[in-house]
């Protein structure tokens, strides 16, 4: 039962910071479109942008500190693989108009169909990915 604590908690936080954004700043949670905002911020989204990033990194920085174990194993990969794995990730949200969070947690909350497409379209290919990896490849 305590090894689904720490997912769940994660989730109720998630869907907490999501509807807080929405409604005090009218804004929709998708990580990758706040994070690439803080590229070229429009006037005066700066600051808020700022606050959301840095509160997930300094969360997440957190947790590690405190409650280690939570995050097992770490995932051996080199390098390239993980700049391309980035590099993939950060075209398919481009692509999909958006990202797991923007589609899957607030998308799918408003009924929004586009992100009932999205959202299917990341799982079956986050499947056939770790298919393709672990049982065609063996791995990487």
């Given at each position: 039962?305590t090894?689904?604590?720490?997912?769940?908690?994660?989730?109720?936080?998630?869907?907490?910071?999501?509807?807080l954004?929405?409604?005090?700043?009218g804004?929709?949670?998708?990580?990758?479109?706040i994070?690439?905002?803080?590229l070229?911020?429009?006037?005066?989204?700066?600051?808020w942008?700022?606050?959301?990033?840095?509160g997930?990194?300094?969360?997440?920085?957190?947790?590690?500190?405190?409650?280690?174990?939570?995050f097992?194993a770490?995932v051996v990969?080199?390098?390239?693989?993980?700049?391309l794995?980035?590099?993939?990730?950060?075209?398919?949200?481009r692509?999909?108009?958006?990202?797991?969070s923007?589609?899957?947690?607030?998308?799918?909350?408003?009924?929004?169909?586009?992100?009932?497409?999205?959202?299917?379209?990341f799982?079956?290919t986050g499947?056939l990915?770790?298919f393709?990896?672990?049982?065609?490849?063996?791995?990487l």
């Amino acid at each position: 039962m305590t090894q689904f604590l720490p997912p769940l908690l994660g989730g109720i936080l998630i869907g907490l910071a999501s509807s807080l954004l929405l409604l005090f700043n009218g804004r929709i949670a998708g990580i990758s479109g706040i994070a690439g905002g803080l590229l070229l911020p429009p006037r005066g989204e700066l600051a808020w942008r700022a606050a959301f990033v840095g509160g997930l990194v300094g969360g997440g920085l957190l947790l590690r500190a405190l409650f280690p174990q939570v995050f097992g194993a770490p995932v051996v990969t080199g390098a390239g693989l993980t700049v391309l794995a980035g590099l993939l990730v950060g075209f398919g949200t481009r692509l999909g108009n958006g990202c797991t969070s923007g589609h899957g947690v607030c998308g799918l909350a408003r009924g929004s169909l586009r992100s009932f497409v999205a959202t299917g379209t990341f799982m079956v290919t986050g499947a056939l990915t770790v298919f393709l990896v672990h049982h065609v490849l063996g791995g990487l």
